[in-house]
């Protein structure tokens, strides 16, 4: 054998090993990620970080010497939290709880508790931290909790309110924005599982 048919069929398989080993993107693959029609910003990341330290300020103010214990309900509040906590400057003890509400764009009245509470409440002051509330009732489903479990307070820390959507009669004591009753994505919050990374909040065009 020759030593330039050699060299061919050693490029010959080095390059079929090379296509072959390479991961490809199939037009089924991008398909996967179920998305809307279109998607407009609606909050930017200087209105975010406004509220967020709004929101901070006055918890330091009015729970100073409280040592209150931050409840994060996950998954949708983790941006918010992360943001909130940082801004935080009086003791505090941090706990998380997941429920959940939504199945695609819609809210449904069944809420499941996937994720409890460990922590003893008993004459604790505690400070649910959730990303959004518009009907509101995945958050009394949290409250009836708490309160069972003996909390002395429970104050209510939402970056987002919808108050056209909101179907309770419980106060909110800190909320960000108000909004209207748009469906949205972005800064924690997720179109079936998608979304939660980006640094703004878009509204949803179907």
Do not use: W
């Not at 479990?149 to 108050?163: D, G, M, N, S, Y």
């Amino acid at each position: 054998m020759s030593h330039k048919k050699s060299i061919l069929i050693f490029v010959t398989v080095l390059f079929c090993l090379i296509l072959f080993s390479v991961p490809r993107v199939t037009s089924s693959a991008l398909s996967a990620e179920p998305k809307p029609t279109a998607a407009v910003s609606q909050t930017d990341q200087a209105q975010i970080e406004q509220a967020v330290i709004t929101i901070a300020n006055r918890i330091n103010a009015d729970l100073s010497g409280k040592n209150p214990l931050f409840l994060i309900v996950l998954n949708g509040a983790f941006m918010f939290a992360a943001d909130l906590l940082k801004r935080i400057n009086i003791p505090c003890q941090i706990s998380f709880v997941k429920l959940s509400s939504y199945i695609g764009t819609s809210t449904t009245s069944a809420v499941r508790e996937l994720i409890g509470l460990d922590e003893v409440l008993t004459g604790r002051t505690v400070v649910i931290v959730e990303d959004i509330i518009d009907t509101g009732i995945t958050m009394g489903v949290t409250i009836d909790k708490l309160k069972k479990l003996e909390a002395a307070e429970v104050h209510i820390a939402t970056l987002l309110f919808k108050p056209d959507a909101f179907r309770m009669n419980y106060e909110i004591d800190y909320i960000g924005m108000e909004i209207p009753n748009d469906f949205i994505v972005g800064y924690g919050l997720d179109y079936d599982g998608y979304g939660r990374n980006y640094a703004e909040i878009y509204k949803i065009i179907e």
